[in-house]
């Protein structure tokens, strides 16, 4: 089965950029999307077709896929950009999901 | 605009099952592919199943085969997840989530834009 594979945590001051990094094979054919999900809450999409963002998500929020990996980049991390990540892909009829990263603003 | 109203938490014993309800609102359910996830405690996201648009039928996760059920009443507009054989490692946070997909330059990408608020089940003796 597809797997996608995620740093467990990502820690970024506040003010500066945060990358959080998405890796499966050949991912870059394909395209993927992101999640953040803050505490008690349902995820919330940030990211979808590589590079869009939904109506409402800050321009700080981008993102980019080639290869084997894809990259959510923040920039200009606040601090309530303190949440878990997931990025979600679709292989074979089934949606799959990475494990998921925390993001730390200091 | 598409809101998603989940039922409400549920206890059951190992071995019963457990049917969550997902009430679409602002749109029709008959137009819309639904699919379940859920998150067991400090977990990450599990896909279970739903809708696939491309062949029009409803695909279960591997794991769960045998043991989910996804169903939709469309006079109410309302998706179910019915998980039977439950067993602690089940208990978690389900969420409903409306699928989205599109085509482009030769392929097609798929998210989840409208997410429930999710359904707590325990399963605990």
């Known amino acids: 089965s597809y797997e996608l594979t995620q740093p467990p945590s990502v820690s970024v001051s506040a003010g500066q950029t945060a990358t959080i990094s998405c890796s499966g094979d050949k991912l870059g054919e394909q395209y993927a999307c992101w999640y953040q999900q803050k505490p008690g809450q349902s995820p919330v999409l940030v990211i979808y077709?590589?590079?869009k963002r939904p109506s409402g998500i800050p321009e700080r929020f981008s993102g980019s896929n080639s290869g084997n990996t894809a990259t959510l980049t923040i920039t200009g991390t606040q601090a309530m950009d303190e949440a878990d990540y997931f990025c979600?892909?679709?292989?074979?009829?089934?949606?799959?999901f990475g494990g998921g990263t925390k993001l730390t603003v200091l | 605009q598409v809101q998603l109203v989940q039922s409400g938490a549920e206890v059951e014993k190992p071995g019963a099952s457990v049917k969550v309800s997902c009430k679409v609102s602002g749109y029709t359910l008959t137009k819309l592919s639904m699919h379940w996830v859920r998150q067991a405690p400090g977990e990450g996201l599990e896909w279970m199943g739903g809708f696939d648009p491309e062949d029009g039928e409803t695909v279960y996760a591997q794991k769960f085969q045998g043991r989910v059920t996804m169903t939709e009443d469309t006079s109410t507009d309302t998706a179910y997840m019915q998980l039977s054989s439950l067993r602690s490692e089940d208990t978690a946070v389900y969420y409903c989530?409306?699928?989205?997909?599109?085509?482009?330059?030769?392929?097609?990408?798929?998210?989840?834009?409208?997410w429930g608020k999710g359904t707590t089940v325990t399963v605990s003796s």
């Open positions: 989530a409306k699928l989205s997909s599109g085509y482009y330059q030769g392929g097609y990408y798929y998210y989840m834009d409208v």
């Open positions: 077709q590589d590079t």
């Open positions: 979600q892909a679709w292989d074979s009829s089934t949606v799959v």
